[in-house]
């Protein structure tokens, strides 16, 4: 691998970042990659009497927390009793996008007024590219910084998105795959709601998962007939659906089947993220999105044919789902198969702490440090909410 | 309003002179069947239509043919064409001496009244617009005929697109065999009430089961709307937000899932009656579990639509009118 693949996490600003894209209100203050405060109001309890997470209500929460939040974080990084901040923090970030549109307005209205305040630039972040990036969080005792071989694949997987990105350089992003319907975090969420678990069903259903049999039915995996790298789990949520009638159906639903439910719910979810992944492994040119046929992967697994040896040097696991271990454990699984069949070792790489795999403001204080200096906004106005925001396809403010 | 189809200068000015269309189609007049085969396959459908209706005020939408030949620009964005066969000697004679069809849309500027005399027309164009007309053919004042019914044949069921077919019917049944058709419905449904788009925004109420294609619709409104971000399911947040833009048109584009919501209380906490205002969409899946919670007001002005089946068929129920 050249030199010019590395790159050495440099960026040494303190940044004050906002996050309210979805049902937490979250503000971190980083200096570089180090993480020196992440507040996170959390408003679960508000949302867990209704088992979803209405609009409204959000905004309203995040109104009530944000000034709070703020006060806490500066405290926590040892500013609060700092009379000029403008002198201690380099720019202020907040998300534009993606998320819940009345949510995100809050903390952009915010990092406008706190930036006016402070007269600090103002730096727009999309939320996906943050939990792409956030593998590279580090404590504040951590001094040292590891170098990163690019090409990196960074998934980024929880309750709103589901997506394949590959990262040439940090800013050079190209989507590989995407879910074409739910996420899959959406879909473990309704069949956890199906099985009556409560709020939130997601994170619920997995802990039963780990209880459970997942081989007891079976579940048809989507996606495998198209060439492409996308998800699909709007199917697999109305097979799940049936399954789960049938069942109620022939008995009981005791503990121990919802428990085999969710872990063959969860199991298939899995799988199809890792069918994917392989796929993207095994091809053999990614820049011109070549997929590779099962047949091929067959073939290769049978060690008949040699395994194209893919550009991919680092894989990066972000976003709530990330959380999950039997998710990683399954990577990790596909990455040792994929060393004995290709040769090439590539490393898996998580969040230091399962607390920046949920939304956080650290990984948006993170991703603006590497914003350059013209897409720093002093003019604020500019900067306003993108509710459906795509990575690569980066927000006008920027 | 004539123009020759197949010259694209011709449409070019005629486009300038119906500015502001918003996506609306152009359709072509012929004189017999025959003529109207050179364009659009007609199956079935269309030809009971042709065969009752035609020569008459009717419009009727067939798929367009691949060689066609015409400026596709005169067809719909879903490649589909109208053909009407008027009821009118000299449009008639005019037709068969050309010998290929001619558009026939009407001659008022978009949103003016409508016009049965050449004055009428004159009055409300500008000087640019009278520039691009070569040929004015005057026959006097003209009986007050309602504008032909529009008639798309080109689902697995007829649709009006303009007036009323006479029918008893109280819904009409689709028999989808496709993603396409189901997407094809709801672009067909909002071109349809563009008009209602407009003026007070549209309402559309979507039942049915898991996995029925409700959001498959869905995707199909984003898609007319020019909406180029992924619909996904909101199950979770309940409410999505897409502002659009199509053409001058633009508004915001809600998708809510009430999948979730058993309670008026919840459903209060939407703010729904605040959603719906002119040039806005509001899609609400799980309909039926929340119809009783909307005013009758927004109630009334919902198009209806109960999905079901499974494997590889779908049945969509359509209501333009509430269901009682």
């Not at chain 1, 209880?211 to 007939?225: E, F, H, I, Q, V």
């Not at chain 1, 976003?319 to 290709?342: E, F, H």
């Not at chain 2, 065969?51 to 009717?58: A, K, T």
């Not at chain 2, 199950?235 to 058993?262: M, P, R, S, V």
Request: with cysteine; net charge positive.
């Amino acid at each position: 691998m050249g030199k010019d693949k590395k790159m050495i996490l440099a960026a040494k600003k303190t940044i004050l970042a906002i996050d309210t894209s979805c049902d937490d209100t979250s503000v971190a203050v980083l200096e570089g990659n180090r993480v020196l405060a992440n507040v996170v109001a959390s408003q679960t309890a508000i949302h867990q009497q209704y088992g979803g997470v209405f609009p409204t209500l959000a905004k309203q929460a995040h109104q009530e927390n944000i000034e709070a939040c703020v006060q806490l974080a500066l405290q926590r990084a040892g500013l609060s009793n700092k009379l000029k901040i403008r002198d201690h923090i380099d720019a202020v970030a907040v998300t534009v996008g993606p998320g819940l549109a009345p949510a995100l307005e809050v903390g952009i209205k915010h990092a406008k007024k706190l930036a006016k305040q402070w007269q600090l630039p103002i730096i727009a972040i999309n939320h996906i590219e943050a939990h792409a990036l956030s593998p590279l969080l580090s404590p504040k005792t951590k001094r040292q910084n590891r170098e990163i071989d690019f090409p990196v694949l960074a998934l980024v997987i929880s309750g709103g998105h589901s997506e394949f990105i590959l990262i040439k350089q940090i800013g050079n992003y190209q989507r590989l795959g995407w879910t074409v319907d739910d996420s899959a975090g959406e879909c473990l969420d309704k069949v956890g709601r199906m099985l009556d678990l409560g709020y939130p069903a997601g994170a619920i259903l997995e802990k039963l998962a780990k209880k459970g049999n997942p081989n007891l039915w079976s579940l048809p995996l989507a996606m495998t007939s198209v060439d492409n790298f996308n998800l699909s789990f709007s199917g697999l949520k109305t097979a799940s659906s049936q399954l789960i009638n049938q069942v109620k159906k022939q008995k009981q639903l005791d503990g121990q089947t919802v428990c085999d439910l969710a872990a063959t719910v969860q199991q298939q979810v899995f799988s199809q993220i890792i069918y994917k992944l392989e796929r993207i492994l095994f091809s053999p040119d990614l820049s011109k999105k070549v997929y590779p046929k099962a047949q091929l992967i067959k073939k290769i697994k049978q060690q008949k044919t040699k395994a194209a040896v893919t550009d991919i040097n680092e894989i990066w696991l972000g976003g709530g789902v990330a959380a999950n271990i039997t998710l990683r454990t399954s990577i990790r699984q596909t990455l040792k198969t994929y060393q004995k069949l290709s040769g090439k070792k590539i490393k898996l790489h998580l969040p230091y702490h399962k607390k920046f795999c949920a939304d956080n403001a650290a990984m948006i204080a993170l991703t603006a440090q590497f914003s350059s200096e013209q897409s720093k906004n002093t003019n604020a106005q500019l900067i306003d909410r993108q509710a459906n925001l795509k990575i690569g396809t980066f927000c006008q403010a920027c | 309003m004539a123009a020759n189809p197949h010259d694209q200068q011709a449409i070019n000015k005629l486009l300038k002179y119906k500015n502001r269309r918003e996506g609306k189609p152009l359709s072509i007049a012929v004189s017999k069947q025959a003529m109207a085969e050179q364009y659009v396959i007609i199956n079935q459908q269309a030809q009971n239509f042709y065969q009752r209706f035609l020569p008459g005020p009717y419009t009727v939408i067939s798929q367009l043919r691949v060689n066609s030949q015409i400026d596709q620009r005169v067809a719909s964005e879903f490649g589909t064409l109208g053909i009407r066969i008027p009821d009118y000697p000299l449009m008639l004679k005019l037709i068969e001496h050309l010998g290929h069809g001619i558009t026939a849309t009407s001659a008022n500027a978009s949103n003016k009244k409508r016009p049965y005399r050449i004055k009428d027309v004159l009055n409300n164009i500008s000087e640019k617009q009278k520039q691009l007309i070569d040929l004015i053919i005057d026959v006097g004042q003209l009986a007050k005929n309602e504008p032909s019914v529009v008639i798309d044949t080109s689902l697995s069921t007829p649709l009006s697109m303009r007036g009323q077919l006479r029918t008893n019917d109280k819904f009409i049944e689709f028999n989808s065999q496709s993603e396409s058709e189901t997407q094809g419905l709801a672009m067909r449904l909002i071109l349809k009430n563009l008009n209602n788009l407009k003026k007070q925004g549209l309402l559309f109420g979507l039942s049915g089961e898991l996995g029925v294609g409700k959001t498959i619709f869905a995707k199909g409104a984003a898609k007319f709307l020019k909406i180029k971000e992924e619909i996904t399911s909101p199950t979770y947040t309940y409410l999505n937000e897409y502002t659009y833009q199509k053409g001058t048109l633009q508004g915001i584009f809600y998708h809510l899932d009430a999948w979730k919501i058993d309670q008026e209380q919840e459903f209060s906490l939407l703010k729904v009656d605040q959603l719906l205002k002119a040039n806005n969409i509001l899609l609400i899946e799980w309909w039926d579990k929340i119809a009783n919670f909307l005013p009758d007001n927004l109630k009334k002005q919902a198009i209806i639509l109960d999905l079901s089946g499974q494997d590889n068929w779908r049945k969509i129920k359509l209501w333009e009118k509430t269901k009682k």
